[in-house]
Structure formats: C-alpha cells, structure tokens
C-alpha cells in the first residue's frame, strides 16, 4: 500500500544533542510537510517542501532545519534539543499544482523525548 | 487571517448516541474543508472533505456539509461505537492546513 513512512516511532535525545527524525512516502508526492505536535493540542506547521523549494514558516525556531534529497525522503533537524522541544513530529504529504494543494497524507508520527 | 474554530472538549457520549461537533471557519476565498480524526498514539487520518459550497462530505457514518452562508462545517454521526473515542480535528487549506484546537470524544460502551 502506498503510505507515508516514520523512523523511528520513538525517539529519546539528551539536551543538547542533534537529532534527525526521517520521513518516507511511496505516493510520488511532490509536497511534503513537518508538523510540531504538543499534548493535547493542534499540529503546528515547521516548514513544507513544494518540489525542492523550501518553505519555512515564519515563527519556526532556527534550531529546527530540513532536507529533502528526493521525492521520496523528508528529513527533520533538530539541532540542539531543548526540553520544550519534546513533542510528536508528523510528517505529510500530498500533490500541489501551483497554488492548489491537495489533501494531506500524514505518517504515524515520532514521539520526541528530550532528556 | 485564515482560521478555524472548533467546538472545545472533552465529549463524553454512550454507544449509539448522537455525535456533532462544531466547525466555523474564516478564510479568503474558497477553502478546501476536512475533518481529520487522531486515535491514541498515531498520526492524523483523513476521515472525510469537502471542496466546495453545499458539497457534503461523507466516511464511516459521518457527514459534514460545507455551508458557505454560515462558513460551517460541522460533524456528525448518527450512533456513535467505542472505537470513534479520538481526537478530532476541523481543517482548512488555503492551500497550506489551518487546524482547529481539536475535540477530544470519548464513548462508553
């Protein structure tokens, strides 16, 4: 079945030390998404890829980058883990022409733990 | 600006009774409208959309009809089971996701 793909699960890192969350997709979608997840609250846009171009948005935290080496692969950074970035990170996906974007297909998600 | 909101939880219900859950909207232009729900512990599925006014959007048992007069979109189901305790989750895209605060629904057999 074609699906958007997680790894890990669950993750645990310790203050301070960079961690890389990875996202693949069987769809052959050209969008891909990073979403911040906190207890009990809605997803929270990073940042998107349309194609290679990247997209950022305006209130996500330096510390926080990513790359995208294909169509298939998505990658988070996160650069020096803080306590208040532990959360869950959702990527997502779906097609784009121009300015319409289609509905989004997400991953199961991975549960950061900041020690 | 775009936004969404959504009726606040948590919602406890009994099998088989009535659910809905309220969804407004404001946006410019004319947004895509979805429901997405979030079990325990996995990421957001897509439970149903609508692209247009008066469309209705319709998946296991729950409807919403996109109402461009009262920039609507609420969700409801008929005889609500065990397994539809989750979170759930009112969107709009213009085009990137604007999410509601989420509805946290629990049914007690």
């Known amino acids: 079945d074609a699906m958007v793909i997680q790894n890990p699960r669950y993750q645990v890192t310790q203050f301070g030390k960079p961690v890389t969350l990875s996202c693949s997709q069987t769809l052959n979608h050209n969008v891909m998404y990073w979403y911040q997840q906190k207890s009990s609250q809605a997803p929270k846009l990073l940042f998107h890829y349309y194609d290679k171009d990247f997209n950022n948005e305006a209130d996500t935290p330096d510390n926080f980058q990513s790359r995208r080496p294909n169509t298939s692969f998505c990658f988070l950074d996160i650069r020096s883990p803080g306590l208040g970035d532990a959360a869950m990170y959702l990527c997502a996906t779906a097609t784009g022409l121009g300015i319409t974007y289609n509905e989004q297909f997400f991953g199961p998600g991975t549960r950061l733990t900041v020690l | 600006g775009n936004s969404v909101t959504q009726m606040e939880g948590p919602v406890t219900l009994s099998e088989e009774a009535f659910l809905t859950i309220n969804c407004t909207y404001t946006a410019t232009g004319y947004p895509s409208l979805f429901w997405y729900v979030q079990y325990p512990g996995e990421g957001l599925q897509l439970l149903l959309k609508?692209?247009?006014?008066?469309d209705k959007g319709s998946n296991k048992g729950f409807e919403a009809t996109y109402r461009k007069e009262t920039t609507s979109f609420h969700l409801e189901k008929g005889s609500v089971q065990v397994s539809d305790s989750a979170v759930y989750f009112c969107a709009l895209a213009v085009p990137e996701l604007s999410f509601g605060a989420g509805t946290t629904v629990t049914v007690r057999a």
């Open positions: 609508a692209t247009k006014a008066d």
